[in-house]
């Protein structure tokens, strides 16, 4: 199994209910990281949608498998590459923020958003689980957005093994400084890649997004960034093994407590 490999995030804009324009654009910019070597691509949260849809939700919502992810499953097959993003998944009567991770066999699993942010709440049935992905050259953990800035999260996706967590978002522009202090956080306390992929542009004039995507290394260093830009790739060369002598250097994990989280829970 390769140690080093290629990662993208796909900062896109995406228009508000146009999903065949959106999954076109997030085609065509996954296409665009695959020529760039990436073996794993991450697209924006509700990518296809767009964020601000709620009064159309359940009508957008798709099931996984469905429409958008036998698509992204295609590319996969075509490139060799696996892709993360997230989008409304319908399940029954219950609708979720559902983050997935596809690869050329299909969808290898998916992980419904835990932390609702504001609204989401009435929108959004919540999530009650996490969960890791061995896609071969690494360990992958899947988060959503607002779920950056809660520690316990990615903590759990660690100590399950994940080697970098994806994290497919639409983060607010008021609130980019928690983006860039929390992406950054999550990735040094659990010596963790964190693949920070955020939408850019607005879905109207009270909702402009921070965009500033990034990829963090394992010690909180930013290896690459987007400035605000739309419809770009940013791609980083990464190494599982500076995973293992990063936690060693700082043995969070190892020497975590975790009789004392039980105790105080």
Known sequence: MANSFKVAAVQMNCVPFDVSRNLRLAEDLAELASEKGAALVVLPELFDTGYKVGEKDRELASAIPGPTTDRLTALCRDRGIFIAGSIIEKDGESIYDTAFLTGPKGVVGTYRKNYLWGSEKERFSMGKDYAVFDVGFCKLGLQICYEVGFSEGARILALLGAEVIACPSAFGMPRLYAWDLASRARALENGIYVIACNRSGNDGPDMIFAANS?????????????????????????????????????????DLRRDLIADHI
């Not at 690459?224 to 500076?242: F, L, M, P």
């Open 214 to 254: 990034r990829i963090v290394d394992p010690r909180g260093e930013i290896l690459v960034s987007a400035g605000t830009e739309n419809d770009v790739v940013i791609v980083a060369e990464i190494d599982t093994r500076t995973v293992k002598q990063q936690r060693e250097e700082l043995p969070y994990l190892k």
